[in-house]
């Protein structure tokens, strides 16, 4: 059983900056990718970035240069880094994690991102 536990989120104000982290445990065997996705009111899911298995990154392109995925292979952990946020940002976010073998597509319980003043 893989569960992934989500942190980080709250309350900031624009141009503001937070941290969200992503721990996945249980039978971990051969990462595909982990990604962070967000879903505002009325909206659908949407990918915000993602990085595979060789370190390899994507970013939504509203924010590029604002947001940076990184991640501990070791502790299987994802980061997002979210600088200079906008209220445009507000969404609850998800963790994803797709795993191969076996396959398999899990998601965290998504954290409430408010940028306000």
């Known amino acids: 059983q893989v569960q992934l536990v989500e942190s980080g989120g709250g309350l900031v104000q624009p141009g503001g900056s937070l941290r969200l982290s992503c721990a996945a445990s249980g039978s971990i065997f051969s990462i595909n990718h982990m990604g962070w996705y967000r879903q505002a009111p009325g909206k659908e899911r949407e990918l915000v970035a993602s990085i595979n298995g060789g370190g390899s990154t994507a970013y939504k392109d509203s924010v590029k240069g604002r947001f940076t995925i990184s991640r501990d292979s070791a502790k299987n952990t994802v980061f997002l880094q979210m600088n200079s946020l906008k209220p445009e940002d507000t969404a609850v976010y998800y963790c994803?994690?797709?795993?191969?073998?076996?396959?398999?597509?899990?998601w965290g319980q998504g954290t409430q991102v408010t940028v306000s003043s």
């Open positions: 994803n994690l797709v795993v191969t073998i076996p396959y398999g597509n899990y």
